[in-house]
């Protein structure tokens, strides 16, 4: 059986910035079609066939390697590490299940539907605020990024962790800060370590109060529900607390903020499906959010590391390889989606699950908070907008750590003053 060292695999430059937009979908189809499932990056070998990476996602014989990534970047003390070694995705075994069993039930469908209402109250007031610039037939043209990505979910997240609202801009900051931990590319310039390193020590600074609050005056959000948890026998150590509202922090605004600009993205490109969508919301919302984090993921790839030798595929891959799933290629699996290349909100793709929010012990723990999220704004946008165009070409980020969206002007034409009639 060959070693992965033997095979001569296709290079793929991960670490180039100007792979993005319509060059990442044609290399990446492209590598499909090769019938090719294994290539090499810089720092990994990527998987990008759906069953072999469920594999890697769920093996026990792997861990998550942000300590590995931290390491090898020189980030060795200080509070960054120090949130590292905390991070609910770098624990394993039964620390990793008893934290996932703490904090699971605050969010759980029914916890993350609860915050709905708040929702949709964050949605009305950016709707009332937007400013942008008339345009032909009563449209308005805006920046989507500004008016609703970023605001909304740090709004959310602000609400959900029981945080002042005024807060929720100092959230935003925090999180895309401290997000880059995951990016290579942000990690190996030291002035952006020393960054992360500050906004990490300012938001321990400013949670440790809020917790102390919080177990005083007990209400109805996810610290208050953590502490409650932690009072019923299994108790949550300050330390742990801490980094579990950081971790959900950190996970919640960066990822959900994208995730919904590229669905609005892809929305706007599109106008038949936009006006699929806009005539039928009840049966389309949620597909398009499962399309949108199928076709444009946000977390193209998720990492594991190898802790013992692995045979798959008639590869033996040994202990210590990097590897990373690629979720972008795994969600156009053929035999799991049918014409996988179309974005198409109208076609009933079932339960088939993607590879968006990981698999295994590590699988996104707010991934229901997210698809409400994203369910919300969209059924909120298709009430209220006739017809939704891109403006300018969006600035895209790079495909390395999330796959975010800087601007993205659209034209949007409210429903009601298309439903106005004509003066007689
Ligand atoms: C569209 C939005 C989101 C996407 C695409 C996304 C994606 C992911 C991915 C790929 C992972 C790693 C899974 C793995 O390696 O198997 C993950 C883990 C995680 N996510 Fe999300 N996420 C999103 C939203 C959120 C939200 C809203 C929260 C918080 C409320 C959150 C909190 C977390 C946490 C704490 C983990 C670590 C879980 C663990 O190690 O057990 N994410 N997410």
Redesign the pocket.
């Known amino acids: 059986m060959p070693n992965l060292a033997d095979l001569d695999l296709p290079r793929l430059e991960l670490d180039d910035p100007g792979l993005k937009g319509r060059r990442w979908h044609r290399e990446m189809n492209e590598l499909l079609d090769s019938g090719e499932w294994l290539a090499q990056a810089p720092l990994a070998t990527v998987v990008l066939d759906r069953e072999a990476g469920e594999f890697f996602?769920r093996t026990k014989s792997a861990i998550?390697p942000g300590q590995l990534l931290a390491d090898l970047f020189g980030v060795t003390d200080g509070p960054l590490r120090e949130q590292i070694d905390n991070?609910?995705?770098?624990?394993e075994g039964d620390a990793?299940r008893r934290?996932?069993g703490l904090?699971n039930p605050s969010?759980s469908p029914r916890a993350a539907n609860g915050y709905r209402p708040a929702m949709r109250e964050f949605l009305e007031g950016l709707w009332d605020s937007l400013e942008g610039d008339d345009a032909s037939n009563g449209g308005v043209e805006f920046d989507f990024i500004e008016a609703f990505a970023r605001p909304y979910?740090s709004q959310t997240?602000a609400r959900?962790m029981g945080a002042p609202a005024e807060d929720a801009p100092r959230l935003h900051d925090w999180s895309m800060w401290i997000q880059r931990q995951f990016d290579a590319i942000a990690l190996s310039d030291p002035d952006t370590v020393a960054t992360i390193q500050d906004k990490v020590a300012e938001f321990y600074a400013w949670v440790r109060p809020m917790i102390e609050s919080r177990r005083s005056t007990p209400s109805d959000d996810l610290i208050s529900s953590l502490i409650a948890t932690e009072e019923e026998g299994e108790r949550l150590s300050d330390v742990e607390l801490e980094n579990?509202v950081l971790?959900?922090?950190?996970?919640?605004?960066d990822?959900?903020q994208?995730?919904?600009a590229h669905a609005i993205r892809l929305l706007a490109g599109s106008p038949e499906q936009w006006a699929a969508l806009r005539d039928d919301p009840e049966t389309l919302v949620d597909r398009a959010v499962q399309e949108a984090?199928r076709f444009e993921?946000?977390?193209p790839f998720?990492?594991?590391q190898l802790s013992d030798d692995v045979e798959y595929g008639g590869v033996e891959f040994p202990a210590g390889t990097v590897i990373m799933?690629c979720?972008f290629t795994g969600n156009r699996d053929p035999e799991a989606f049918a014409d996988p290349t179309e974005f198409d909100i109208t076609v009933d793709r079932g339960k088939v699950r993607n590879?968006?929010?990981?698999?295994?012990?590590?699988?996104?723990?707010?991934?229901n908070?997210?698809?409400a999220?994203?369910s919300e704004a969209l059924t909120f946008f298709s009430e209220r907008i006739d017809r939704l165009e891109l403006c300018d070409p969006p600035e895209l980020q790079t495909v390395s750590g999330i796959y975010g969206i800087d601007s993205l002007y659209v034209k949007a034409t409210p429903a009601k003053l298309e439903a106005t009639p004509e003066p007689a």
Do not use: D, M, Y
């Not at 971790?247 to 605004?253: D, S």
């Open positions: 996602l998550f991070n609910i995705i770098n624990q990793h934290l996932r904090v969010l979910p997240i959900v579990l971790n959900i922090l950190v996970g919640g605004v990822t959900t994208n995730q919904l984090l993921p946000i977390t998720t990492a594991r799933v979720s590879l968006t929010f990981g698999a295994g012990i590590h699988f996104c723990v707010g991934s908070l997210a698809k999220e994203l």
